[in-house]
């Protein structure tokens, strides 16, 4: 009896621990995320200032296919970052690049942006990049094969779960522990 209650005290803690390290990294986009989504009307800064490759195109993504494809499934999120709080704007780049150079895109300046997410090509995933003071997201030279040569970026506000009010993955994590409260009930004889 005992041994069974120590093997079910041990599997509702590992479930709480494997639940609430799932909730750090599932992505979620918030329901009105898209509310302020806009066309970029400055697409010749991304050709002009983007370094360690060339820039063959740039062109918007109209909403519609934007919504369609960023969606919480399809986002990879990491410790920093893991809530989209807003879209703003997305555009698609086809872009060479030079071996053994970081690639760093100059995206275009928009108020409130700190993400830009791009697809990486292997997980098939959005993976996030964060967005400097001079609008540039920079990818390491050994990882630009993963997210080029033609790709979409969704550029965004992003946050993390528990500064942007997530999906309820914590709650998830939390619950089975809450179970453990009921285990000296077990041990009561009658």
């Known amino acids: ?99 053994g150079q970081d690639l760093v895109i100059q995206l275009p300046a928009i108020e409130g942006a700190n993400y830009a997410w791009l697809k990486n090509k292997n997980t098939n995933k959005f993976d996030p990049f964060e967005i400097n003071a001079d609008n540039k997201i920079t990818i390491p030279a050994d990882q630009v094969g993963n997210y080029f040569t033609a790709n979409k970026i969704f550029i965004t506000k992003s946050s993390k779960v528990d500064e942007g009010g997530g999906g309820g993955g914590c709650s998830l994590g939390f619950a089975p522990m809450a179970l453990l409260l009921g285990l000296p009930l077990f041990f009561l004889r009658k």
């Not at 599932?26 to 800064?45: I, K, N, P, Q, R």
């Open 1 to 99: 009896m005992k041994r069974t209650l120590l093997f079910l005290a041990t599997m509702v803690i590992a479930l709480s621990f494997a639940a609430v390290g799932f909730a750090a990294q599932v992505g979620h986009v918030d329901d009105d995320a898209f509310d302020d989504y806009t066309e970029v009307a400055d697409l010749d800064t991304v050709s002009s200032d983007t370094t360690g490759g060339t820039v063959s195109s740039v062109v918007n993504v109209p909403m519609t296919d934007a919504q369609d494809e960023f969606t919480a499934d399809a986002l990879e999120g990491t410790d920093d970052v893991n809530n989209v709080d807003q879209v703003m704007a997305a555009i698609e780049v086809d872009i060479t690049h030079t071996p």
